[in-house]
């Protein structure tokens, strides 16, 4: 019996998803990936016996982890344990005040009333709205391939389009906090999660407001032993799967014939199959793999989601003050965003997201010390280091963070690594360090992510984060779980 092949580019955790998907499936499975280790952006560096996950901490959705144990036939549980964090992140606003938001919904309202004066019923009517829409419009989109014939074949998109109201479509995330939060630190607190999409929340439609659903209604998870913790599992399950992995092998081109994939080429050498799937960046897919200059213009034209800054710090010092996660936010966020998305430059302000998994995880700072992983928000798009750009993101986080904790962290810092826009762009070839790919600060950008498969090319497939439904772990999961339904389903929907 003749086995279809297939050919995964990149084992980024989407790639290696779609990996087990079709293994599980009956193909016969090859993963390349240029880097010498699986992972992607969801890696670790080791340090000076400090270990720093390379993404924070905040695990949503482990359902999505679970359905594709599930499908497999194994128990995640075997694999990875997990734990649901009490409270999210404790935020400290520049103008002193401090909320934790708590997971559990009694108390964060508590919180929210208490710390910051916000009522709680304006929290609750918020996070009730973001849940039915997250329910209805969200589950519809995320969910399915961008096929319009598809999508207008099902009852539940009529349902979901019947949650929308004009607001939701013509009003931005901001202008929809304003007009529901009292105070200005909800509205900052709210504003945030625009920035889990890489976004800009004074451009991004009032509809997203359901990107808050997953962490506040939903919870975040700890994955013992970090965030690698997942790459680990589904990479052990890939690998009990049947599926194969080439290290330190980048692909260089796609092969086609007329309208037809027909495998890769690898280190000068043809490696045929039947299906091929990209995890790679969309942009450098189409510009350096398929060749096909028009389609990386167009991709490049359109506005990029924001990069990271990311500084490593290994502490020799416990700060009782803090939990796993902190933000330090901006005193004024629209010019934050002003910075990284119209000037694009650096905002002498910036808003800090630190975490610190050795508090939960005893091997991840030697005793004593601590490991922090700082993260601002920095514009995509740089193409050199610069020490200077670095020098001066790095000035500003530690005057922000004396500024809020009263006192000078950087005698504190015993050993430091860096990664700018620029690594990200070489570690994982994210097309200008951006962290999402393109962004969603319009109306149509979430219908303008690329699809999950090729119009043209029978048998190219697109998975990860530079595609639809987006990034993220939990979106780069469904991405993998539409790649493999649709092969499985054969291959080109008709539009
Ligand atoms: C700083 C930062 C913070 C984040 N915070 C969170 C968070 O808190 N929660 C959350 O859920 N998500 C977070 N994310 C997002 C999440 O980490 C990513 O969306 C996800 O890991 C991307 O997975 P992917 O499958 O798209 O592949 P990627 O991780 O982008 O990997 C793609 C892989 O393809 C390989 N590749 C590229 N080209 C080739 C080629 N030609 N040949 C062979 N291999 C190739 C690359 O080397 C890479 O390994 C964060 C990301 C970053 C960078």
């Known amino acids: 019996m003749h086995t279809s092949r297939a050919i995964i580019i990149g084992s980024g955790i989407s790639g290696i998803a779609t990996a087990i998907r079709m293994a599980v499936s009956g193909y016969e499975v090859t993963v390349y990936e240029r880097n010498s280790y699986p992972g992607g952006k969801l890696s670790n560096i080791r340090k000076d016996d400090f270990h720093f996950d390379t993404v924070p901490s905040l695990f949503t959705k482990p359902r999505e982890l679970e359905d594709l144990f599930e499908m497999a036939g194994e128990r995640l549980g075997d694999y990875i344990t997990y734990k649901r964090v009490e409270s999210t992140c404790k935020y400290f606003f520049a103008n002193g005040k401090i909320l934790t938001a708590w997971t559990d919904r009694e108390k964060l309202l508590k919180a929210f009333a208490e710390q910051l004066e916000e009522p709680a019923e304006n929290i609750q009517q918020y996070l009730n709205l973001s849940e039915r829409l997250y329910n209805s419009v969200g589950k519809v989109f995320l969910n399915n391939p961008l096929v319009k014939r598809r999508l207008l074949a099902k009852r539940s998109f009529y349902k979901a389009v019947s949650q929308l109201r004009p607001y939701l479509l013509f009003d931005t995330l901001n202008g929809l906090h304003e007009k529901n939060f009292a105070t200005g630190e909800a509205i900052q607190f709210f504003n945030r999660f625009a920035t889990s999409m890489g976004s800009n929340p004074y451009s991004v439609p009032a509809m997203m407001c359901m990107i808050s659903h997953a962490e506040l209604n939903g919870g975040v998870f700890y994955p013992e032993g970090g965030m690698t913790s997942i790459t680990n599992a589904i990479y052990q399950l890939a690998l009990k799967k049947g599926v194969r992995f080439r290290f330190d092998a980048a692909v260089e081109r ?95 302000d910036p808003t800090v997201f630190l975490n610190i998994t050795g508090k939960a995880e005893k091997g991840h700072a030697p005793a004593g010390k601590e490991n922090w992983l700082v993260m601002i928000y920095v514009p995509s798009g740089f193409t050199t280091s610069s020490n200077e750009l670095i020098s001066f993101a790095r000035q500003q986080v530690l005057k922000k963070l004396r500024g809020t904790l009263k006192e000078d962290v950087e005698p504190f810092i015993d050993t430091e690594s860096i990664i700018d826009p620029v690594l990200f762009e070489k570690n994982t070839a994210a097309y200008g360090g951006a962290l999402y790919g393109i962004s969603y600060n319009t109306k149509r950008s979430a219908f303008l992510r690329h699809p999950n498969f090729s119009r043209k090319i029978k048998g190219m497939y697109f998975c990860g984060g530079t595609v639809h439904p987006g990034g993220g772990i939990s979106f780069c999961l469904k991405s993998a779980k539409i790649v493999g339904e649709l092969v499985m389903k054969n291959g080109i929907p008709k539009h």
């Open 254 to 348: 796609i092969i086609c014939g007329g309208d037809n994939v027909q495998g890769v080429v690898v280190e000068g050498e043809n490696v045929f199959a039947e299906t091929v799937v990209s995890d790679a960046d969309i942009y450098f897919t189409y510009r350096d793999l398929l060749c096909d200059e028009n389609t990386a213009a167009k991709i490049a034209a359109q506005e990029k989601s924001s990069s990271a800054i990311v500084f490593c710090w290994g502490m020799n010092k416990i700060f009782p003050s803090l939990q796993m996660h902190n933000v330090f936010f901006s005193g004024d966020y629209k010019a934050e965003f002003q910075h990284l998305f119209s000037s694009k430059t650096l905002y002498k």
